[in-house]
């Protein structure tokens, strides 16, 4: 059985680290949005041998036990008792790697979809997020995508009225943030200003684009643009073309800024692209469907 299926990035509109756990992690708050850059997964079931085989059009991402594919094949299996009859994987990547897009942890979250599909295990959202957290906090949502609040680690999550129709440019510089070193040098700091999800929740629901855009706020850029001021350098070149607002994703270091006019954000794509590693045009996208999927016998 061969199935193709896209895996989007998700954006952060909010991002509040409220505290430690006891198990290390973090509590978050977070408004989380998924956009329409994606990656593409062709999963081919039935290979015949008992490996796990993937493959990827980018060097340098690993294709062993270490991708996060991997790791989610093992607990897809060992979560529905399916007896694996050899998978290869081909992942055609889009999404820079380790920049605060999840596009590692969309990937997962993908093929725990896809072979859900493929074995007709008909898991619900639920059982599918369960095996995607075992993965990763960030997999739960890139299950379902869409627009929603997550707190706990990142998997408690709650539908939120969809991102109006905009513009996006999406700028990652040629650095990557580690997150778990981000995760401990916010510890180390005091947090003075902090988003405000119910108001973004609130712009969401009256479909108020510039309030959106007044309402990002992130507060990992505490650590990642003070170590590093093309963060600060980006979000401003992005307000001078016109961005509505700006503000960095997760960890970082990807900054991404909001455009009503599309003549305005082709003109800092354009702007931005000679200047950066990976400089990106696309849109907020709605929740992860059956129709993604194209399967083949
Ligand atoms: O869950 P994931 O592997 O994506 O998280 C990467 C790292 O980020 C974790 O190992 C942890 O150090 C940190 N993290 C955290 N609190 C969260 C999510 C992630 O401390 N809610």
């Not at 510890?187 to 003075?192: K, Q, S, V």
């Amino acid at each position: 059985m061969r199935l193709v299926i896209p895996a989007y990035a998700k954006i952060n509109l909010t991002l509040d680290v409220l505290g430690t756990r006891p198990d290390g992690y973090h509590n978050l708050r977070m408004v989380m949005q998924s956009v329409n850059l994606c990656d593409r997964l062709a999963i081919e079931t039935g290979t015949g041998t008992e490996e796990i085989s993937l493959r990827c059009n980018v060097p340098g991402i690993p294709c062993d036990e270490r991708n996060l594919v991997h790791r989610a094949i093992v607990a897809f299996y060992e979560a529905t008792g399916v007896t694996p009859d050899g998978i290869s994987v081909a992942i055609e990547k889009r999404i820079p790697a380790a920049a605060g897009l999840a596009g590692g942890s969309t990937d997962a979250a993908a093929v725990i979809r896809g072979l859900d599909r493929i074995y007709n295990t008909r898991l619900t959202s639920e059982e599918l997020r369960a095996i995607g957290l075992k993965i990763g906090a960030d997999v739960p949502f890139c299950i379902s995508g869409g627009t929603k609040l997550a707190e706990g680690v990142g998997e408690v999550l709650s539908p939120l009225p969809s991102m109006p129709d905009c513009i996006l440019v999406l700028v990652k510089p040629e650095f990557s943030m580690s997150t778990p070193y981000v995760f401990k040098a916010l510890d180390a700091m005091t947090i003075d200003h902090r988003p405000n999800a119910d108001a973004m929740a609130a712009a969401l629901e009256k479909q108020d684009l510039a309030g959106v855009s007044q309402e990002l706020y992130n507060v990992m850029e505490l650590v990642t643009a003070s170590e590093h001021p093309e963060i600060d350098a980006i979000k401003a070149e992005l307000i001078a073309h016109g961005a509505l607002g700006a503000v960095m994703s997760g960890s970082g270091p990807t900054v991404f800024g909001i455009f009503r006019d599309t003549a305005a954000a082709h003109a800092a794509y354009a702007a931005l692209l000679p200047q950066y590693e990976g400089v990106f045009l696309c849109r907020p996208k709605g929740e992860n469907g059956p129709e993604d999927m194209e399967l083949a016998q």
